[in-house]
């Protein structure tokens, strides 16, 4: 049973440019989720999808934004890269409910030079 | 202030030791509550979920104080494999909104022989 898929693992891109991540969720889930962890800090709440659609967002600006595809993958989209925005992008998949535990991928590390 | 607080450490403690992490959270409506374990340069994995009640799983012991917004994790006879960053987890969401986690900063622990 495969669990959560990101790619790529790692990337170098420079100020203004754009980069597209993407995630496979674990088998049977159908709700994905995006997080920014920078070093030494926590996973920060990007957004979530859910049939396809947005169903909650972090404060994260609108050059960030995501889509969902009817087999439940997922992509985040980031805009305009800011230097800030290097970081770890965790993927996570889950099940609908409240409470339901969140399956990580391994993360895509973006570097912005 | 922080929704999720945590001392970010590092607790350095010999084998055997019993340990104490705290969290507190700011948000009074949020519904549920985890610890996640994140081991350098890995994805965030699910510890254990924590209940009003109290919890417990092997040598880990949790803890909700809903009053005080406060929660703990109890590690006893620490083994060299605990050492990890341990990250406090509150979900403000509902069953129409799905999960949004907010992840605290995460407590580093290093077990030594």
């Known amino acids: 049973d495969a669990g959560v898929t990101q790619s790529p693992t790692h990337l170098i891109k420079t100020r203004g440019q754009q980069v597209t991540l993407r995630c496979s969720p674990k088998?049977?889930?159908?709700?994905v989720s995006w997080y920014q962890q920078a070093l030494g800090q926590g996973p920060q709440f990007i957004f979530q999808?859910?049939?396809?659609?947005?169903?909650q967002r972090g404060n994260f600006p609108d050059r960030f934004s995501g889509h969902q595809f009817p087999n439940y993958s997922s992509e985040l989209n980031v805009n305009a890269l800011l230097l800030g925005d290097s970081a770890l992008y965790l993927c996570?998949?889950?099940?609908?409910?409240?409470?339901?535990?969140?399956?990580f991928g391994e993360g895509s590390r973006l570097t912005v030079l | 202030r922080k929704e999720v607080e945590q001392d970010p450490g590092p607790f350095n403690v010999p084998e055997g030791a019993t340990v104490a992490f705290n969290c507190t959270y700011s948000?009074?409506?949020?519904?549920?509550f985890f610890w996640y374990r994140q081991d350098c340069r890995k994805e965030p994995k699910l510890l254990m979920s924590?209940?009003?009640s109290g919890n417990e799983d092997g040598r880990f012991t949790a803890q909700l104080n809903r009053a005080s917004q406060y929660i703990s994790l109890l590690i006893r006879d620490s083994k060299l494999s605990d050492s990890a960053t341990y990250l406090c987890?509150?979900?403000?969401?509902?069953?129409?909104?799905?999960?949004?986690?907010?992840f605290g900063g995460g407590t580093r622990l290093m077990v030594k022989p």
């Open positions: 999808y859910y049939e396809e659609e947005e169903r």
């Open positions: 924590v209940y009003s």
């Open positions: 088998s049977g889930h159908d709700t």
């Open positions: 996570a998949s889950s099940l609908p409910g409240v409470g339901e535990e969140l399956f």
């Open positions: 987890v509150v979900n403000k969401g509902n069953n129409n909104a799905g999960n949004m986690l907010t």
């Open positions: 948000n009074s409506a949020s519904q549920s």
